[in-house]
């Protein structure tokens, strides 16, 4: 019998036969009934809040696969990232993740639909496909200025925030009410004005931060808790029914006024919104079920976007030295659609590898699978409990230090499976791009305006409500950068070329280039040594229009960046992100 099945999975399995049985499988020692279920409840070791603390330690004493009987459901616990490779591998057509039974509960009463986040099968696939267009780099590019104008906006505002003292205390609230403005851009086609003074636009945004705040609390604890919402309505499951009618009716208003626009004038409206006009013109879809997915992007954008905004500059904040090496590069480089600086990129990596808002990667894998040399049945749910990978010394040297260099370096290649915070394959965060975009958006302009400091010498954790999120309030004090105004720059510095034009010699163009894209105004002063004085203009605004050291991966693909992707938005199935994964515009973006 042992050979047939060895016979059977070598071919499936790249790195292991199939020598161990799935009940060989290490794990905790289950109790009659209840099996595992005390580990997290309140007689056991472990708290639900702290559930990857939980899970690390099991992985100490188990090693990288742990069975759980967690009341009659068998799950795994896995560690090694060749079996989460794997896991996706097994994922099938239509991935499967655990599914937040008491939301898809009351959207299918109420609604008669359920949505892409709590569903799965051919109706989540059917949901998915109309939300793809959210990975096109292109699309997503659009919505970079309006969402920059968003991000300084925000920056520019927090001044007002501090107290006394020049603290901005409990960050995370202001970064909220960010992401909500530049999700709302994309969703309803409008600002929503969260940083207004207007008291009524502050009481609407506010209860919408709220609501979602509420909202993803309650999720948390239905998905964690039995199910006791199916015996009587609980207190969660009521908050999930009024924050989502609340939410829902958020959409409605907002999609009349977008309607409205789109029959005004159709072909303004696909240039300026092209994700709004692509979901309200689909044929395919009823109108709730427009509302409902509109409501989802919203509400996927608010929360962890504004968490990772938050360590982000937790991060930055604690290591002074490379907040200014960004604040130089930024200084040097002006940020644009494909041109973002590689550091600042580096530290939104090292922020999700150290921080990531996700608790792990599940699925309930399709067919039999061979995970760590054991026969894994179909149907078996299985965890991959990457917040604690991405942190093992065995895949990153001193994991637990901010080090966005290891990302830089051409040595130090981690396996791309130790940390995954979008998750990955076909169910991947549609909103990845978006979050990435805004998330670098926010902290560019922070860091352009603001030294940041660390208040606390606290050790922040993440503790886990639905999301993973911050364990206390993170407060910044923040250090008014002073920019500078006017640059004066005598023409006797201008050397002449063999046209007989002027221009600069390198040295001062490498210093003048990096007041070109700080709103600096150039003064050019002494008397005409060229044929005009327009000359020095000219030549100014050429260094302004080849400023950019352009990064040469991203030279190399510019054009193609959707066409690199066509996988991702246009096929769902799950091997064809293994070319997604090898596209070098996914590392770099
Ligand atoms: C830093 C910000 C974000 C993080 C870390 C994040 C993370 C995730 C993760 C881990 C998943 C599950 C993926 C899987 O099972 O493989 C997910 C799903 C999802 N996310 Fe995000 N997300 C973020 C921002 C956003 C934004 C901005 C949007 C909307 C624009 C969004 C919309 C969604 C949706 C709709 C799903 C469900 C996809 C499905 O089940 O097919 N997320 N996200």
């Excluded at 696939?125 to 104008?149: E, F």
């Excluded at 993440?462 to 920019?483: A, G, H, T, Y």
Aim: hydrophobic content about 40%.
């Amino acid at each position: 019998m042992r050979s047939l099945f060895t016979r059977k999975f070598l071919n499936l399995s790249r790195s292991y036969s199939v020598n161990k049985t799935f009940q060989e499988i290490p794990g905790p020692k289950p109790l009659p009934l209840i099996g595992n279920a005390l580990l997290f409840s309140p007689l056991g070791p472990y708290k639900v809040s702290r559930l990857l603390d939980g899970f690390a330690d099991l992985q100490k004493q188990y090693g990288d696969i742990i069975k759980l009987n967690m009341g009659n459901k068998i799950s795994l616990l896995i560690f090694n990232p060749d079996d989460i490779r794997s896991m996706f591998q097994y994922e099938g057509k239509y991935p499967q993740r655990p599914t937040f039974e008491a939301l898809k509960d009351y959207r299918k009463k109420k609604y008669q639909c359920v949505g892409v986040v709590p569903d799965n099968g051919e109706e989540w696939h059917r949901m998915r496909q109309n939300v793809q267009i959210l990975l096109k780099l292109k699309t997503v590019h659009s919505y970079w200025s309006r969402q920059q104008a968003v991000a300084q906006e925000f920056s520019a505002g927090l001044l007002s925030k501090m107290n006394s003292d020049g603290i901005l205390e409990d960050f995370l609230q202001y970064a909220f009410q960010y992401s909500l403005e530049a999700i709302g851009v994309v969703c309803y086609g409008k600002r929503l004005n969260c940083f207004s003074n207007n008291s009524e636009d502050y009481r609407v945004n506010k209860a919408i931060v709220q609501a979602n705040v509420k909202f993803l609390k309650a999720l948390g604890e239905t998905f964690h808790q039995p199910p006791w919402w199916k015996l009587w309505r609980t207190k969660a499951y009521k908050i999930i029914e009024s924050t989502q009618d609340f939410m829902m009716g958020t959409a409605v208003k907002y999609l009349q006024e977008a309607r409205q626009k789109l029959i005004e004038n159709p072909d303004r409206f696909l240039e300026e919104d092209p994700i709004l006009y692509h979901l309200l013109e689909n044929r395919n879809l009823s109108e709730t079920e427009k509302n409902l997915l509109v409501t989802e992007i919203f509400q996927g954008g608010i929360d962890a976007t504004g968490t990772v905004i938050t360590m982000m500059l937790y991060e930055l904040a604690r290591n002074p030295s490379i907040q200014t090496s960004i604040y130089e590069d930024l200084m040097k480089n002006k940020m644009r659609p494909g041109h973002i600086s590689p550091l600042l990129r580096a530290c939104l990596k090292e922020t999700l590898r150290l921080h990531p808002t996700a608790g792990g990667t599940s699925r309930i894998i399709d067919s039999d699978a061979v995970l760590s040399g054991y026969h894994v049945p179909k149907g078996t749910l299985v965890i991959g409990v990457n917040p604690v990978i991405s942190k093992m010394g065995r895949h990153f040297s001193d994991p637990l230090t901010f080090d966005p260099w290891r990302f830089l370096k051409k040595t130090e290649t981690a396996h791309p499976y130790t940390s995954l915070p979008f998750g990955h394959g076909a169910r991947m965060c549609p909103g990845r791009r978006f979050a990435e975009q805004e998330i670098l958006l926010c902290v560019a302009e922070v860091i352009l305006k603001y030294e940041v400091l660390s208040v606390s010498s606290k050790d922040i954790f993440m503790f886990l409500e639905m999301n993973l999120v911050p364990s206390e309030p993170i407060d910044f004090k923040l250090i008014l950068i002073c920019p500078i105004k006017f640059l004066v720059v005598p023409t006797h510095l201008f050397m002449t070329n063999k046209k007989g034009f002027p221009v600069l010699p390198k040295s001062h163009q490498v210093a003048i280039r990096q007041f070109l894209f700080q709103e600096t105004q150039i003064l050019i002063i002494g008397a005409q040594r060229h044929q005009h004085y327009k000359h020095y203009q000219q030549y100014m605004e050429h260094m302004w229009q080849v400023g950019y050291e352009s990064d040469p991966v991203m030279q190399f693909a510019q054009g193609y960046e959707d066409f690199l992707q066509f996988p991702l938005h246009n096929n769902l199935e799950a091997q064809t992100y293994e070319v997604f994964e090898k596209d070098p515009v996914k590392y770099t973006e």
